[in-house]
Protein backbone atom coordinates (compact mmCIF):
# COMPACT_ATOMS: atom_id res chain seq x y z
CA UNK A 1 0.00 0.00 0.00
CA UNK A 2 2.75 2.32 0.82
CA UNK A 3 4.91 1.76 -2.09
CA UNK A 4 1.94 1.85 -4.14
CA UNK A 5 0.99 5.71 -3.22
CA UNK A 6 5.11 6.36 -3.47
CA UNK A 7 5.01 5.34 -7.49
CA UNK A 8 1.90 7.06 -7.92
CA UNK A 9 3.03 10.31 -6.22
CA UNK A 10 6.10 10.42 -8.38
CA UNK A 11 4.47 9.67 -11.17
CA UNK A 12 2.29 12.99 -10.45
CA UNK A 13 5.61 15.12 -9.41
CA UNK A 14 7.60 13.81 -13.24
CA UNK A 15 4.45 14.75 -14.89
CA UNK A 16 4.29 18.28 -13.22
CA UNK A 17 7.60 18.47 -13.86
CA UNK A 18 7.70 17.70 -17.63
CA UNK A 19 4.40 20.50 -17.94
CA UNK A 20 7.11 22.84 -16.41
CA UNK A 21 9.63 22.41 -18.61
CA UNK A 22 7.69 22.57 -21.62
CA UNK A 23 6.19 26.06 -20.08
CA UNK A 24 10.26 26.47 -19.35
CA UNK A 25 11.02 26.47 -23.03
CA UNK A 26 8.21 28.42 -24.22
CA UNK A 27 9.16 31.32 -21.63
CA UNK A 28 13.01 31.05 -22.84
CA UNK A 29 11.33 31.78 -26.65
CA UNK A 30 9.38 34.52 -25.59
CA UNK A 31 12.27 36.02 -23.81
CA UNK A 32 14.20 35.51 -26.85
CA UNK A 33 12.00 37.48 -29.02
CA UNK A 34 10.86 40.92 -26.51
CA UNK A 35 12.26 43.38 -27.34
CA UNK A 36 15.03 44.70 -24.82
CA UNK A 37 13.46 48.26 -25.17
CA UNK A 38 10.56 46.79 -23.51
CA UNK A 39 9.92 48.15 -20.29
CA UNK A 40 8.32 45.07 -19.53
CA UNK A 41 11.12 43.10 -19.95
CA UNK A 42 12.79 43.51 -16.35
CA UNK A 43 10.34 42.24 -14.48
CA UNK A 44 9.92 39.33 -17.17
CA UNK A 45 13.43 38.18 -16.81
CA UNK A 46 13.82 38.41 -12.97
CA UNK A 47 9.91 36.32 -13.33
CA UNK A 48 12.62 34.07 -15.36
CA UNK A 49 14.81 33.59 -13.72
CA UNK A 50 12.74 32.92 -10.27
CA UNK A 51 11.38 30.34 -12.58
CA UNK A 52 14.47 28.37 -13.69
CA UNK A 53 16.13 28.11 -10.33
CA UNK A 54 12.46 26.29 -9.40
CA UNK A 55 12.85 23.96 -12.12
CA UNK A 56 16.56 23.54 -11.62
CA UNK A 57 15.71 22.80 -7.78
CA UNK A 58 12.44 19.96 -9.32
CA UNK A 59 15.71 18.39 -11.71
CA UNK A 60 17.58 17.97 -8.83
CA UNK A 61 14.60 16.49 -6.39
CA UNK A 62 13.89 14.17 -9.47
CA UNK A 63 17.59 13.03 -9.48
CA UNK A 64 18.15 12.55 -6.04
CA UNK A 65 14.72 10.11 -5.77
Known sequence: MFTKNISSYQSQVKSQVS???VFHKSVMNAR???SNNHP???LFSSNFKYLSSFINNISLLESLS
Do not use: D, N, R, V
Request: hydrophobic share 45%; proline share 0%.
Open 19 to 21: TKL
Open 32 to 34: FHL
Open 40 to 42: STF
